[in-house]
């Protein structure tokens, strides 16, 4: 029985969230074409750890490769052994994350595999007649949606984080872990991590974040976000900008959500003093529930909006702020 | 497969006669790609559902948005070591468009990879077309391409031709800095970046920040660029067959998703009464 395939790479911080999104993919799939497994290839120092919460959500099986050579930028080493795995289990499907590192080792494989392969999907469909499965992208900064499919001995596919909600969790789901022999020569991997910087961040991450509040030109200046900060904190959510303030410096080019910054698909997108130029929209086409609030009644930005705000922020932002307090309790 | 295998895929040698004479010099070729003008305004944006391609109307060609921020950090790390930059393209005759926009950003020589033949393949195919003109240029250091195409987005070509040509990819960096034999990479990461060294030569796909913003060419070299004839290789001079082949990645439909969203807009007094009607809102639809 062929299965489907989930890579998930573990790191010191655990699971991504992706991997259990991509479970719940890999689930959905099956359901369409029936009668498959749902593997997991798990890499990663201490990926053993990670195993049952993968099966508690959906996984039959996973396959387990730990290694402290099982680093993100140890890209060769990665491939080695997904070679090894789907030599093993020959799978009909692989899905990654579109992150950095499933968008360097998904094309690499596929070019190996001689495999087709769809990057940044948000879906897919069976087609009725074909039975093959039609993955779903945004295509042309989300301007166009696009229907496509790969062909070859195996269909790799990308997901964007967000695109499926994983499965609840339920403990007493039993799967198979199996534990993978690897033999990696370090000097294989021709890429050395010199030095690492990272901010230490209170919160959440914007990737992560299920609600994002934003700010555009219309904020004025630096200072102004740190009421979108406070607003962060209240909802638990993270703050991003819209492409000139990040381009005035008002906020790290991190916080940019847009075409040429972070894509994300929170369920909850607070755009505040953001006109809506078609750059940043293809940030937040897949938001679930987009609010804009702008002075400019003909803001593009209310074309995509699911709830308005016709104002002045400085007046509706404190007060929303306020009253968000009291509802949540934070 | 090591790259002698591959068919010698070397470094460049060092120029007697260059200003950076007893440093090495570097060699960093950029993959273009041009695509109509992102920008434009979505109630201007048309497809083609038959052809299942965007309709091209009066809006301009340009370099795809990060291709262009990989030329930029080509031509950075040319201006610090001393080198040469190549642009190459796939495209008709009015790829030349875009390779006369690299010279004047700072490209040094430019190739346009033109044939009836190039343009039914698909990215497995564009890559064999690539790592032939690689071939017949002979010697670089670097290959760098943008993270992904600003039309169809599918950001493979530059893994894709890592594994082709059997050299280090390094995906989604912002800064190369050539050195002797070896690149230190800056790759930024959620809330910072990593530093990276990879062996000479290398395939980096480019990702944008502040560092890397494209330089806008000045009109005098706009104009000294437009003087300089474009070379172009066909498939025959690159020794490739680009034939219609079955295409593994196969774009089957392309279509503008209706938003059918109506704003519904909340009401108040004030800004501050709508800031409260807004929570209120919220809450009930269990959002926050």
Redesign the interface.
């Known amino acids: 029985m062929t299965g489907i395939l989930v890579f998930s790479l573990a790191s010191a911080e655990g699971l991504p969230r992706s991997s259990l999104e991509l479970v719940a993919a890999a689930e959905q799939l099956r359901e369409k074409l029936g009668d498959r497994i749902v593997q997991v290839a798990l890499l990663g120092q201490g990926a053993e750890s990670c195993a049952e919460t993968l099966i508690h959500h959906g996984a039959d099986e996973v396959l387990v490769a730990s290694s402290p050579e099982l680093q993100s ?1 140890k ?2 080493l990665i491939l080695e052994v997904l070679e090894a795995v789907i030599e093993r289990v020959s799978p009909a499907v692989v899905l990654f994350p579109a992150d ?1 590192v499933g ?2 080792i998904a ?2 494989l ?3 595999l ?7 999907c948000v879906g897919f469909e069976l087609d009725a007649e074909s039975r093959r499965i ?1 993955w779903l ?5 989300g ?10 001995p195996v269909q790799i596919a990308t997901f964007r984080q967000r695109a499926f909600e994983p499965l609840p969790e339920d403990t007493s789901r039993q799967g198979k872990v199996q534990a993978l022999q690897v033999e990696l020569e370090p000097a294989m991997a ?12 209170e919160g959440i ?3 992560e974040a299920e ?1 994002v509040i934003s700010g555009g030109r219309g904020m004025g200046g630096p200072e102004a976000f740190s009421e979108l900060e406070t607003m962060a904190e209240i ?1 638990q959510g993270a703050v991003g900008s819209s492409r000139p303030p ?1 381009d005035s ?1 008002w906020v790290p ?2 916080k940019l959500i847009g ?2 910054g972070k894509i994300l698909s929170p ?2 997108y607070i755009a505040v003093g953001i006109s809506g130029a ?2 940043h ?1 293809a940030g937040i086409a897949a938001a679930k ?5 702008n002075k400019d009644e003909d803001a ?1 930005i ?11 922020w ?11 307090r009291e ?2 309790g934070n | 497969m090591t790259n002698e295998e591959k068919g010698g895929i070397g470094r460049a040698a060092q120029p007697l006669n260059s200003p950076f004479a007893g440093r090495r010099t570097v060699h960093i070729v950029v993959c273009l790609k041009q695509i109509i003008d992102p920008e434009i305004a979505p109630s201007e944006f048309q497809i083609d559902p038959v052809c299942k391609e965007q309709i091209r109307g009066k809006h301009a060609l340009v370099i795809s948005t990060f291709d262009e921020h990989a030329l930029e950090v080509a031509v950075q790390a040319k201006e610090k070591t001393g080198g040469k930059v190549t642009a190459l393209t796939i495209a008709g005759e009015e790829g030349s468009e875009a390779l006369h926009t690299a010279l004047a950003i700072g490209a040094d020589e430019v190739v346009l990879l033109s044939d009836p033949t190039f343009s039914d393949t698909d990215s497995f195919g564009k890559t064999r077309i690539l790592a032939a003109a690689l071939h017949k240029l002979g010697e670089f250091d670097a290959v760098l391409c943008g993270r992904q195409a600003g039309d169809v987005e599918l950001g493979v070509t530059g893994p894709f031709l890592a594994e082709e040509l059997g050299l280090p990819c390094i995906a989604l960096v912002a800064n190369i800095e050539p050195d002797r034999d070896r690149v230190r990479l800056r790759r930024p990461v959620e809330n910072g970046y990593e530093i990276l060294e990879a062996p000479l030569p290398f395939v980096a796909t480019v990702t944008n920040d502040e560092s890397n913003v494209p330089r806008l060419p000045t009109v005098r070299a706009i104009r000294a660029a437009v003087r300089k004839a474009v070379p172009i290789w066909t498939a025959e001079e690159i020794g490739v067959e680009a034939g219609p082949e079955a295409a593994k990645i196969e774009l089957q439909e392309l279509f503008i998703p209706k938003r059918e969203v109506r704003c519904e807009f909340i009401g108040g007094k004030s800004g501050q009464e709508k800031g409260e009607n807004l929570a209120l809102r919220l809450r009930e639809l269990t959002l926050i």
């Open positions: 930028y890209t060769e950095t968008g360097e094309p690499r596929a070019y190996r001689g495999a087709g392969i769809v990057t940044d039609r992208r945004p295509v042309y900064g301007k166009a949606m696009a229907y496509m499919v790969a062909n070859g021709p890429v050395s991590l010199v030095e690492e910087v990272r901010e230490e961040v991450s914007l990737d609600i909802l990040a410096g080019h991190a075409q040429t369920n909850l078609p750059q929209m529930t987009i609010v804009a609030i593009p209310f074309k995509v909006a699911h709830l308005g705000v016709v104002d002045d400085r007046q509706v932002v404190p007060a929303l702020i306020r009253a968000c509802l949540v």
